[in-house]
């Protein structure tokens, strides 16, 4: 065998060990036999697909989320992603737990949108009691509604730049996030997991000049909200890494229920706070924030003017509630609540798209059953039609431009 080795096409090589590289379409490669022993070489008729794990532990991934790629060279031919890595069965948890304490497992799951996922929980409980909050309530819920969607979008406007090489930005939304911070933690105490709903309304009354606080924060905020615009939105490697990269069309949007942000950037003109009210939102002049290019760009773009819309309505929420006459901010509850027995379906706007809550019960001060209908994960199994034909370098942008939370995924 020394000064050649016989491949499987009849050729030889002209050196022990070393690749000739490809011929007519051809690979070599070498494979390794064990300690000690020769490596072989052998020329195949096709080119091997390599098969890449993104995940669970990675960087680009927002958690604990794999991706399952196939790819072609640098480019992707397959795309899968596989959850559950941190599932904690939340809706079990719920049917062992009655209607005060679900609250705190409820909040958890999207854990930039506590307030949010509070909500719907609670929404879909006074449904089935017939129950009506306070005036007071309705219009507070709907403002802390919108802070929340504020420091939910902030937090993807600041890290989705970090992603793509941008450290810059994430520091201004951190800033802004902290203004609105403090008045979220001033009211119910908690900085993500507010547990500040209450089945027939709030935890307590708003402080006293809180409102005062709130005005001031929202519109430095929205003062300083052109710093993080200007330093994205000119910037030729962010717009060279985002612009017509992962389109997503509308037609796939349905086909898989993807909603929020992502399906307004494809131009789905639909927003529950709009089309279907509840809480103020039917008083409120909710603009619909859409785009066409279903790009990544896109997705960013509707992102950050959703900041601007949120803003404007959370200062109509605010001046609603000054000029509201004293009352409760919530109702009396028997010492144990049991909802009557049937079956309801709330669901919300929440910041990352739809939530669905899908409330089923006997009688008992527990559910029977409590399906959630989170946004993540319809949103993320589009990634399926969306990866393939892209560079593993933008499936990157990509991901990131979905704007999830993997809890939200999992439950």
Known sequence: MAGGRETMDGMTTEQDGVPTGQEGGRTERIVGLGSGADAVQARELATEDMILNIGPQHPSTHGVLRLRLVLDGERITAAEPIVGYM????????????????????????????FANELGVVLAVERMLGMQPPARAVWARTLLAELNRVLSHLMFLGSYPLELGAITPVFYAFRERETLQHVMEEISGGRMHYMFNRVGGLKEELPLGWLDRVTAAVAAVRRRLPDIEELIAGNEIFLARTRGIGVLDRETIMQYGVSGPIARASGVDFDLRRD????????????????????????????????????????????????????????????VLKAPEGHTYAWTENPLGLNGYYLVSRGEKTPWRLKLRSASYNNIQVLREMLPGNLVADMIAILGSMFFVVGDIDK
Do not use: M
Not at 302 to 319: N, P, R
């Open 276 to 335: 279907e009210p509840y809480l103020a939102y039917g008083e409120l002049p909710v603009k619909v924030v859409t785009r066409s290019a279903g790009d990544c760009q896109a997705r960013f773009q509707v992102l950050l003017e959703q900041v601007k819309v949120s803003l404007d309505l959370a200062d109509a929420c605010v001046e609603r509630l000054r000029h509201l006459p004293p009352g409760p901010i919530n109702q009396r509850l028997p010492k």
């Open 87 to 114: 599932h904690r069965g939340a809706e079990k948890l719920f049917e062992v737990r009655d209607y005060r304490q679900i609250i705190v497992l409820a909040n958890r799951h999207d854990w930039l949108s506590a």
